[in-house]
């Protein structure tokens, strides 16, 4: 695991109202900072942010979910593509 200082560190919140995207933003994030190989789906019940068995059920996150990513300082483009 890095270890990083203070002026290294960034806190980003999505917030939004239900159902206007900040779970798929949050998988689209991790896939492209390569935390995950593959974009989860909230229909599907795979996303990292919602794993407990009341949101895959009700298809909603219930609790915040902190989601640590490392991002490059210099990112190739290409990737950014969804």
Do not use: W
């Not at 960034?10 to 991790?30: D, F, P, Q, Y």
């Not at 390569?34 to 996303?47: A, D, F, I, W, Y």
């Not at 909603?60 to 990112?75: A, C, G, H, N, V």
């Amino acid at each position: 695991m890095n270890v990083y200082g203070t002026k290294q560190i960034r806190n980003v919140v999505l917030l939004g109202h239900g159902g206007a995207g900040k779970t798929t933003v949050a998988e689209a994030l991790a896939l492209v900072t390569g935390t995950t190989k593959r974009m989860g789906k909230v229909p599907e019940g795979t996303t990292i942010s919602d794993y407990d068995k009341e949101e895959i059920k009700r298809q909603f996150s219930i609790s915040t979910t902190l989601i640590p990513l490392e991002y490059q300082e210099k990112m190739d483009r290409s990737r950014l593509t969804c």
